[in-house]
């Protein structure tokens, strides 16, 4: 029995008979003082009845030094010579190799919450986070039932007992979540459960394996986002500032908040501007509360009357701040204005002692703070902590969305002329290459203003680019629409791209744009657009269209006629190409781009209403914009039912003594010659002025050129507004600024042209790329 872990030998009435060293080893206690002792006083816990039975169980040892050891004894029964047990020899099985031990380490030490159940659901094993997690003992849980230990830790286990007796007759694992609520002695928690069959070496399910992971903030976020999911269906439901408020109240209170306010500043509710609040305080409309349980509190101020918040009350500090403030009893400013409140409303001062916390969150929509909501949160309820912080701004910025839209919605119609005017470019710019005239007509119907826009764009080498759109359908998000891609084709003109290009890559971004909002005006309305460059060197037309009317042409000799080009399908359909047309032009041209609705109409055929057009834009005129006012009063109904934007331009040609060009060997040397070349034309121009700073970016653009790009490279300069110089030549490569550093030989060149010049930059061409620079003209 010495070569044995721990052996002993018990008679048939349990008394020790026999003790070995490893034995010893276990408990720490001799044979002299176990021997002849009854087995059961060695027990820190007794046995259950099964393991009399069973001759075998997972044991709790008492140490001689107070402490405890689990142990798995097995019982094996000494025959007499009749066949009767004589007595019972105990094995604790031999000692475990370093791996075995290894693996109990990281059983116990694991960071999941793990224990092991019999069959009957009794504990076996626990590892400490299990234990730090149920606040109990080890000697507190070995042995007992699952549904004792639930009893006393007042949880619910039933969905655990029923998943632990599931694997145990079925022999398949088991996943699940489960919830503890804050009234449990556990506390709020969220659990993901994995439980799985051990099996015995005959493949009996001997018992079950349970894993827990802590879910609790991935909880706490899901019920955060079905709450803000909940939220954008049942916040801002219609137009109007009120019931909006009254529909955040109600979900706040009472699943967020046992008493809730929303106050609003006096301006939101009417038509004046935004007003800067009293230094001495802020003066708020309460437009809508609510409280869990009615009458408690009793409402300090009224609905639609006003009140003023001094500087140190949370609503007056999240307003000041543009934050939520979160306060509670102890903090200086929460108590001085609780005792304020108690003296202005008495009637509330015991709701006021239960009071936990406060949350003031501002109501701030495209950078406009229009009011406050005031959440509270009164015993027994908990205080409010960081990730009610985090919702409640997203409730609140939500929320304030909706107000802003119902108070703009409210404000349209009273802002309307204002709302027109904006839809125009702040001055179109006056390029040398056309003259231009405009006109934009709201439609008068009650939908109101639509989403049609126009654009005139300076771009490089004197050319010019001629934009008109429409984002079919009226209202805010018409004019919303209209507003990102009048920005956007400012944007991609900015990189100099032809027409067909530009509204491939327009179309791409309201293609993302619908796919990002599937509620977005663009996708249930669609939108088009006709983007033209004119260049007055060359006299050409170059334009492309988006399910957009082509453009018509008046020449010089009075003749009217319609752009010859492929409409191409809107913006947003996505997958299909756009084709440019081109058309040389008579220097004196009217180009006329237009909006369908000058033209289209329900009682109205699309074909004569654009023969009428035509005629009308031969009609004598003594200026553009008088010509623009003819077509309108010769081609629109009485009450149009679509808004219009007309942009007549008018063409204009340089003349040869404006331009002057050079091809350039791509060799170095010929630089020089090239520079006193350029500054001979300058000077024929009467340009000496100019010579300095244009003779260095010549010398800068051309030797990059020689240096860096390929043949055949050629040199422009065009006076016209501004003096230009442009340099092409046969690569593709676009050149950009870098910094140069102290001991570098090169690198300054277009940093030098940057700083020179008035602006600079590239565009490509089909056989290359071509970089221009403009230097403004000496004042007259």
């Not at 004589?86 to 999941?112: D, I, K, M």
């Not at 126009?454 to 001629?466: E, Q, T, W």
């Amino acid at each position: 029995m010495e070569h044995a872990s721990a052996v002993a030998t018990l008679d048939i009435r349990g008394t020790v008979t026999g003790w070995s060293e490893g034995a010893r080893r276990l408990t720490g206690r001799p044979a002299e003082e176990v021997v002849g002792r009854d087995a059961r006083e060695l027990l820190a816990r007794d046995l259950p009845p099964e393991a009399l039975t069973g001759l075998s169980a997972t044991v709790l040892l008492r140490h001689r030094d107070g402490s405890t050891v689990t142990a798995h004894v097995r019982a094996s029964p000494l025959l007499g010579t009749a066949g009767a047990p004589q007595g019972y020899a105990l094995t604790a099985g031999p000692s475990e190799r370093p791996t075995l031990q290894l693996t109990g380490e990281t059983f116990r030490q694991s960071s999941l919450s793990m224990s092991v159940h019999d069959v009957q659901q009794r504990y076996l094993q626990v590892n400490d986070t299990a234990r730090r997690m149920l606040g109990l003992r080890s000697e507190d849980l070995i042995g007992r039932p699952m549904s004792d230990v639930m009893d006393d830790l007042d949880a619910d286990g039933t969905a655990f007992l029923r998943h632990l007796r599931q694997v145990a007759e079925n022999g398949r694992p088991a996943r699940y979540e489960t919830f503890t609520p804050a009234s449990s002695r556990l506390g709020e928690h969220a659990w993901t459960i994995e439980m799985w069959p051990v099996r015995d070496a005959s493949d009996e399910v001997a018992a079950v394996a349970v894993a827990g992971f802590e879910s609790t903030l991935q909880h706490r976020a899901g019920k955060r986002l079905a709450l803000l999911n909940e939220a954008a269906a049942g916040i801002g439901t219609t137009l109007d500032v009120v019931r909006t408020a009254e529909e955040l109240i109600g979900f706040l209170v009472p699943r967020f908040a046992d008493f809730a306010s929303v106050d609003l500043l006096d301006w939101v509710l009417g038509t004046e501007e935004p007003l800067s609040p009293a230094a001495a305080g802020v003066t708020l409309r309460r437009v809508a509360h609510g409280a869990a349980t009615e009458g408690v509190p009793r409402a300090s101020v009224h609905l639609g009357e006003t009140d003023v918040y001094p500087p140190y009350s949370a609503p007056a500090r999240a307003l000041a701040l543009g934050r939520v403030v979160l306060s509670e009893p102890g903090d200086p400013d929460f108590d001085r204005w609780m005792r304020v409140r108690n003296e202005q409303a008495p009637h509330n001062r015991g709701y006021r002692e239960r009071v936990r916390s406060t949350l003031a969150v501002p109501l701030l929509a495209r950078g406009t703070t229009l009011g406050v909501v005031v959440a509270v949160r009164a015993a027994p309820q908990e205080p409010y902590v960081d990730d009610d912080v985090v919702l409640a701004e997203e409730l609140a910025s939500r929320a304030a969305v909706c107000i802003d839209n119902a108070r703009r919605f409210a404000r349209e119609r009273a802002t309307a002329l204002v709302l027109q005017h904006s839809l125009l470019p702040r001055g179109l710019p006056g390029p040398a290459a056309v003259e231009v005239a405009h006109r934009y007509l709201p439609s008068a119907s009650a939908a109101g203003i639509g989403g049609d826009w126009f654009d005139v764009i300076p771009l490089s080498g004197s050319r010019v680019a001629l934009v008109v759109g429409d984002v079919v359908g009226h209202g805010i998000p018409s004019t919303a629409t209209m507003g990102r891609l009048a920005t956007a084709v400012r944007t991609l003109a900015d990189v100099d791209l032809p027409p067909d290009e530009l509204l491939t890559h327009l179309d791409d971004l309201v293609t993302h744009l619908v796919a990002g909002d599937t509620g977005n005006e663009v996708a249930e309305l669609g939108a088009t657009c006709l983007y033209a460059v004119y260049d007055p060197v060359s006299r050409r037309l170059t334009a492309a269209a988006a399910g957009h009317p082509a453009p018509a042409l008046v020449l010089p000799d009075g003749t009217t006629r319609l752009l010859a080009m492929t409409a191409g399908p809107p913006l947003g359909v996505g997958g299909l190409p756009f084709e440019a047309a081109e058309a040389e032009l008579p220097e004196g041209t009217v180009v006329a781009l237009y909006t369908d609705g000058l033209v289209e109409d329900r009682d109205r055929d699309l074909d004569h209403a654009t023969a009428e057009l035509c005629r009308a834009l031969t009609a004598p005129a003594a200026s553009l914009d008088a010509l623009c006012d003819t077509v309108l009063k010769a081609v629109l109904p009485e009450e149009p039912s679509d808004d219009v934007a007309l942009l007549l331009a008018r063409t204009r040609a340089l003349g040869a003594g404006q331009i002057r060009t050079w091809d350039i060997s791509p060799d170095p040397a010929h630089v020089a010659a090239v520079r006193r070349s350029a500054t001979e034309q300058l000077s024929a121009w009467g340009l000496d002025e100019t010579a300095f700073v244009m003779e260095l970016v010549v010398s800068e653009l051309v030797t990059n050129a020689i240096r860096y790009g390929e043949p055949p490279i050629q040199l422009r300069l065009i006076r016209d507004g501004a003096l230009i110089c442009e340099v092409s030549d046969g690569s593709s490569t676009s050149p950009h600024l870098r910094r140069a550093h102290a001991y570098d030989e090169g690198g300054r060149g277009l940093l030098l042209v940057a700083q020179l010049t008035q602006r600079w930059g590239s565009r490509q061409t089909t056989t290359g790329k071509t970089i221009w620079a403009e230097q403004a003209l000496p004042a007259e």
